[in-house]
T-cell receptor, first 111, second 113 residues
Framework: DVKVTQSSRYLVKRTGEKVFLECVQD?????MFWYRQDPGLGLRLIYF???????EKGDIPEGYSVSREKKERFSLILESASTNQTSIYLC??????????FGDGTRLSIL | DQQVKQNSPSLSVQEGRISILNCDYT??????FLWYKKYPAEGPTFLIS?????DKNEDGRFTVFLNKSAKHLSLHIVPSQPGDSAVYFC????????????FGKGTRLHILP
């Protein structure tokens, strides 16, 4: 079974802090994705990567950056956290032309 | 601009009956469609998909129907079971979109005893 592991289930940070969310997958997938899920808005794509050191902006990249130094690891960075970044963050991975597999999410609160 | 629309935020169905979840899309370039199921405090899990070259795909109790001319797809669950209570996301992708998929906002399905 594919395993996508997100480092934290719950996280509380303060406005202005730099926040790192980590995601690791164990199936050698080329593609990795970061989404946020908000009530009434569904899942929105923040960034994705289809190879090591590659990154592409999704639909809502503002205020975020990513890092993919190794194939199995994809990090989401909130450069200076703001209260409107309070959300559930979901990481996913996939092979090309295959469905995405998701982690269980990180519930991030910015105070 | 919402490219994948799930117009029903919630749906309640009696256990044992058929659940029908609907989804509309606007982008004619979409050629691959997926349904994901999500329980609270868990990530979405892939349920079933359909390519635009087909109009139906079946997997056990789950069937997805695609009507390309109407840009509409539906997920049928027969018979509905208590464990089917979850949020269902419709999603779509296009060949040239580097495996990006666009999600709808989801429909919360309640299976009533």
């Amino acid at each position: 079974d594919v395993k996508v592991t997100q480092s934290s289930r719950y996280l509380v940070k303060r406005t202005g802090e730099k926040v790192f969310l980590e995601c690791v997958q164990d199936m050698d997938h080329e593609n990795m994705f970061w989404y946020r899920q908000d009530p009434g808005l569904g899942l929105r794509l923040i960034y994705f990567s289809y190879d090591v050191k590659m990154k592409e902006k999704g639909d809502i990249p503002e205020g975020y950056s990513v890092s993919r130094e190794k194939k199995e690891r994809f990090s989401l960075i909130l450069e200076s956290a703001s209260t409107n970044q309070t959300s559930i963050y979901l990481c996913a991975s996939s092979r090309s032309n295959q469905p995405q597999h998701f982690g269980d999410g990180t519930r991030l609160s910015i105070l | 601009d919402q490219q994948v629309k799930q117009n029903s935020p919630s749906l309640s169905v009696q256990e044992g009956r058929i659940s029908i979840l609907n989804c509309d899309y606007t982008n004619s370039m979409f050629d691959y469609f997926l349904w994901y199921k999500k329980y609270p405090a868990e990530g979405p899990t892939f349920l079933i998909s359909i390519s635009s070259i087909k109009d139906k795909n079946e997997d056990g109790r789950f069937t997805v129907f695609l009507n390309k001319s109407a840009k509409h797809l539906s997920l049928h669950i027969v018979p509905s079971q208590p464990g089917d209570s979850a949020v269902y996301f419709c999603a779509a992708s296009a060949v040239d979109r580097d495996d990006k998929i666009i999600f709808g906002k989801g429909t919360r399905l309640h299976i009533l005893p």
